[in-house]
């Protein structure tokens, strides 16, 4: 936490400080002169850490996180989300308050416009109600339109559902939504990356979205115009290769012509019921579990390859790409590649768009 209130340090010199450190408390007992020479470490920035003026912020923000029930998680905890890890700008540290674990097995982002109409918010409550039987957990960004109704369907369904959020923990944006959101805690929870205090200013809600795209397993942009912080959200949820799905509308419909042309030029599977998503994410409540089937898999005399690929996607818990599995698993990439083809063959690892990974779930 004091880190993140040393002037010009952001996410990711906040990341190659403890990379090169070890850890978080190792960066302000480092001397100066090492500190100089990390990459991206000038002197104001080396001067501000190793006089520790900004341990007496951290340890207020601390006590009033204690105070309002809100945990604080830096990226190195094992119970931040893994998801969130995966990606390089993902936040380094964030607020979290309510009742859910931010590594749920299943995720969907559901965005779209603030002039939601009639036909938006059916198929909010129609896709909803379809992930019900997958106990999906719903991200959203609590805003007005889309964003709300599909955190309210999700409470209405007894579904988790989480609120990212472009101000500070304690200030709810917009102020209506405030009633919803405290339901919220119970079933889910409001994140941000935000400190206390911090105002819903227009530039914190770009950063917002990323979180929303870094948390989800697959997108769903339910109607949005030309331009706007669905479309956003959409794009940074394909540089995250993650799969991105949006409701088509009438031609000429301003609310359609976002999602329309995402799916023109390629940027969203067509999305028309819960079934299309079932489809591309191989999500199916009928087949079952093959790595706890022993019947169709048996894990104890797999080969030692086969066990180190399993144990890694499991883990992790979201596709993982060749490369990065080649990397984590010291498997080189030609053995790789067949590892997971008869992984593949056996019914337990499923191959996604952009060479990615998956435990096939049931």
């Known amino acids: 936490m004091a880190l993140h209130f040393v002037p010009g340090i952001g996410d990711h010199l906040v990341k190659q400080l403890v990379s090169y450190c070890g850890s978080a408390e190792n960066i302000f007992k480092t001397p100066k002169g090492k500190l100089l020479k990390i990459p991206g470490i000038g002197a104001v920035t080396a001067?501000?850490?190793?006089?520790g003026n900004t341990f007496y912020a951290a340890e207020k923000e601390f006590r009033r996180a204690e105070k309002e029930d809100v945990e604080i998680l830096f990226f190195t905890d094992k119970s931040f989300p893994s998801r969130l890890k995966a990606i390089d700008d993902s936040p380094s540290l964030i607020y979290v308050k309510g009742n859910i674990n931010l590594n749920h097995p299943?995720?969907?982002?559901?965005?779209?416009?603030?002039?939601?109409?009639g036909y938006g918010k059916e198929m909010v409550e129609k896709t909803v109600e379809g992930l019900v039987r997958h106990q999906a957990l719903i991200i959203s960004g609590l805003?007005?339109?889309?964003?709300i109704h599909a955190h309210k369907q999700a409470l209405k369904h007894k579904l988790p559902t989480v609120g990212i959020m472009g101000s500070g923990i304690d200030i709810i944006y917009p102020a209506a939504h405030g009633e919803t959101a405290k339901k919220m805690l119970d079933q889910g929870a409001l994140v941000t990356?935000?400190?206390?205090?911090?105002?819903?200013?227009?530039?914190?809600?770009?950063?917002?979205?990323?979180?929303?795209?870094?948390?989800?397993?697959?997108?769903?942009?339910?109607e949005a115009a030309g331009k706007g912080g669905a479309l956003i959200t959409a794009d940074i949820a394909n540089s995250y290769n993650k799969d991105v799905f949006a409701v088509p509308g009438n031609i000429g419909s301003t609310y359609s012509e976002g999602c329309n042309k995402l799916?023109?030029?390629?940027?969203?599977?067509?999305?028309t019921s819960v079934k299309d998503l079932e489809y591309i994410m191989n999500w199916?409540?009928?087949?079952?579990?093959?790595v706890r089937n022993p019947t169709l898999f048996d894990r104890e005399n797999a080969q030692p390859d086969e066990q180190n690929v399993i144990r890694l996607l499991r883990e992790k818990n979201i596709p993982v790409m060749i490369d990065d599995l080649s990397l984590q698993s010291g498997i080189p990439l030609n053995l790789l590649a067949s590892v997971l083809?008869?992984?593949?063959?056996?019914?337990?690892?499923?191959?996604l768009p952009g060479k990615r990974y998956t435990l096939k779930r049931g």
């Open 143 to 147: 805003a007005y339109g889309i964003d």
């Open 47 to 51: 001067e501000s850490i190793k006089t």
């Open 263 to 271: 799916i023109k030029i390629n940027k969203a599977h067509l999305f």
């Open 284 to 290: 199916s409540s009928e087949s079952p579990d093959p």
């Open 193 to 222: 990356e935000n400190h206390f205090g911090v105002k819903p200013d227009a530039h914190n809600f770009p950063a917002r979205n990323r979180i929303i795209a870094g948390l989800c397993d697959a997108l769903i942009v339910i």
């Open 106 to 117: 299943r995720t969907v982002g559901v965005v779209g416009t603030r002039q939601a109409t």
């Open 341 to 351: 083809l008869n992984l593949e063959f056996s019914g337990v690892v499923v191959t």
